[in-house]
């Protein structure tokens, strides 16, 4: 898979826009998979959270397209009474999907974690989403985590809950 063409960067308070365009070039299921409904666009207040981030306790990076089109975004939030896990949050936009951006931006998002002193991302998804299982597998096999350290729970309303170690 060649991500050459695309671009990760630090997230920025002037990419509100091109987040709501990227919300908008998603499906409805694929909408539904990242955020559980089928959502529409952002909110101001949730703008502001999403691009006005310090990289310490918010990380996150966008990823942009030759084209200079949005393709996806990752970030982790510190949870501050484990102040060394940070909940995980990975968008891609569907035409982008299958090109190995998940793994780059996942990639990218652990280097800066462990540079914050976060050692572990942890978060849940629904059943369905198969591609979230393929990343964090993926990242746990090509960093050399043993899968019993990615930990999996059923949880009783159709999702999985994570917890996975960085390298």
């Known amino acids: 898979m060649d991500t050459s063409k695309f671009i990760i960067r630090e997230i920025q308070p002037g990419d509100k826009e091109s987040l709501q365009e990227g919300l908008a070039q998603m499906t409805n299921e694929s909408r539904r998979l ?3 409904y089928s959502r529409k666009n952002f909110t101001e207040k949730e703008l ?3 691009t006005e981030v310090d ?3 918010h990380i996150a990076f966008v990823c942009i397209s030759n084209e200079n089109s949005p393709a996806g975004s990752i970030r982790c939030v510190r949870n ?3 102040p060394e896990f940070a909940e995980l949050a990975v968008t891609i936009v569907d035409k982008y999907q299958g090109q190995g951006l998940g793994y780059r931006l996942l990639d990218t998002l652990a ?4 540079k914050e002193n976060i050692t572990h991302l942890y978060g849940d998804f629904h059943t369905s989403n198969t591609n979230m299982l393929k990343l964090l597998e993926k990242y746990c096999l090509r960093h050399n985590i043993t899968m019993d350290s990615l930990s999996l729970n059923h949880t009783s309303d159709g ?3 994570f917890e996975m170690p960085l390298r």
């Open 159 to 161: 999702f999985l809950y």
């Open 34 to 36: 990242r955020f559980f």
């Open 48 to 50: 502001k959270f999403l």
């Open 80 to 82: 501050f009474d484990r």
């Open 111 to 114: 280097d800066a974690a462990i």
């Open 55 to 57: 990289q310490h306790n």
